[in-house]
């Protein structure tokens, strides 16, 4: 099988426009990568595009960049396999956003259960993939709020960048880390889905409680991992949440 060839856009961004950031795309399908690097290119920010999955995991290897954009079916492999990897590797915070032809909601919630920040279905249009883009780039580099009273097993680290659980810790996603953050400045009270994604997400955010309940999971099997014989976050049926 012979490699995808990726042709990036040769438009450059015009010097009026000023650099809003690096971005990862990985997509097989010429057409479909050329228009979004256009696109992308032309709102002032850099791509880099891939065609397979190897030559994504160098990439990301060699330079960081600000986001990641991930076809799911590639020659060889799934987009989703390398989302799940960088959320156990040092850019678990890395904002990632899911393109797929898949469209049902069992696709969308099995992406954002391997940690993707948003999925957004084939056929979509230039301008709400850019609106996406700049969504999730402004979210990641807003502060996290960092005010959290003390709960047993947990410490709250570098302004609420980072957070331990007995001495372990967390490899959090930023979506991980504000839902935590949000239950752990509130030990007790129970919190509705919609308030976490109010808190976490947005007021703007194209999400539902699943997406709530789809985090929350994979926040807790990281908890599990440290101590599994814990599991302080409760679920209050019809209602929400709490830090116990």
Same mark, same amino acid.
């Given at each position: 099988m012979s490699t995808p060839s990726i042709a990036t856009s040769s438009a450059t961004s015009p010097s /009026?426009?000023?650099f809003a950031g690096q971005i990862l795309l990985l997509e097989d399908d010429p057409a479909i990568a050329q228009t979004v690097s256009f696109v992308l290119e032309r709102e002032g920010y850099r791509v880099r595009a891939c065609g397979w999955l190897h030559e994504a995991r160098s990439a990301l290897a060699s330079n960081a960049p600000d986001l990641a954009i991930?076809?799911?079916?590639?020659?060889d492999g799934n987009g989703?396999?390398?989302c799940r990897e960088l959320r156990q590797g040092p850019l678990a915070r890395l904002p990632v956003l899911v393109l797929s032809?898949? /469209?049902?909601?069992?696709?969308?919630v099995l992406g954002l259960e391997l940690g993707a920040d948003d999925y957004l279905a084939k056929p979509f249009s230039n301008r709400e993939l850019v609106a996406r883009v700049r969504a999730l780039l402004r979210r990641a580099q807003?502060?996290?709020a960092s005010t959290a009273p003390a709960v047993a097993g947990f410490v709250v680290e570098a302004e609420g960048s980072r957070v331990r659980f007995h001495g372990e810790l967390l490899p959090l996603t930023r979506r991980e880390l504000g839902l935590l953050l949000r239950l752990l400045k509130a030990p007790g009270r129970i919190h509705s889905r919609d308030s976490l994604l109010d808190a976490v997400w947005g007021m703007d955010a194209d999400s539902g409680d699943r997406t709530v309940d789809t985090h929350i999971k994979t926040l807790r099997a990281k908890l599990r991992q440290v101590r599994p014989d814990l599991d302080p976050i409760r679920t209050h049926r019809g209602m929400g949440y709490s830090l116990e």
């Amino acid at each position: 099988m012979s490699t995808p060839s990726i042709a990036t856009s040769s438009a450059t961004s015009p010097s /009026s426009v000023p650099f809003a950031g690096q971005i990862l795309l990985l997509e097989d399908d010429p057409a479909i990568a050329q228009t979004v690097s256009f696109v992308l290119e032309r709102e002032g920010y850099r791509v880099r595009a891939c065609g397979w999955l190897h030559e994504a995991r160098s990439a990301l290897a060699s330079n960081a960049p600000d986001l990641a954009i991930l076809d799911v079916g590639l020659p060889d492999g799934n987009g989703l396999d390398l989302c799940r990897e960088l959320r156990q590797g040092p850019l678990a915070r890395l904002p990632v956003l899911v393109l797929s032809a898949r /469209s049902e909601e069992g696709d969308k919630v099995l992406g954002l259960e391997l940690g993707a920040d948003d999925y957004l279905a084939k056929p979509f249009s230039n301008r709400e993939l850019v609106a996406r883009v700049r969504a999730l780039l402004r979210r990641a580099q807003a502060p996290v709020a960092s005010t959290a009273p003390a709960v047993a097993g947990f410490v709250v680290e570098a302004e609420g960048s980072r957070v331990r659980f007995h001495g372990e810790l967390l490899p959090l996603t930023r979506r991980e880390l504000g839902l935590l953050l949000r239950l752990l400045k509130a030990p007790g009270r129970i919190h509705s889905r919609d308030s976490l994604l109010d808190a976490v997400w947005g007021m703007d955010a194209d999400s539902g409680d699943r997406t709530v309940d789809t985090h929350i999971k994979t926040l807790r099997a990281k908890l599990r991992q440290v101590r599994p014989d814990l599991d302080p976050i409760r679920t209050h049926r019809g209602m929400g949440y709490s830090l116990e």
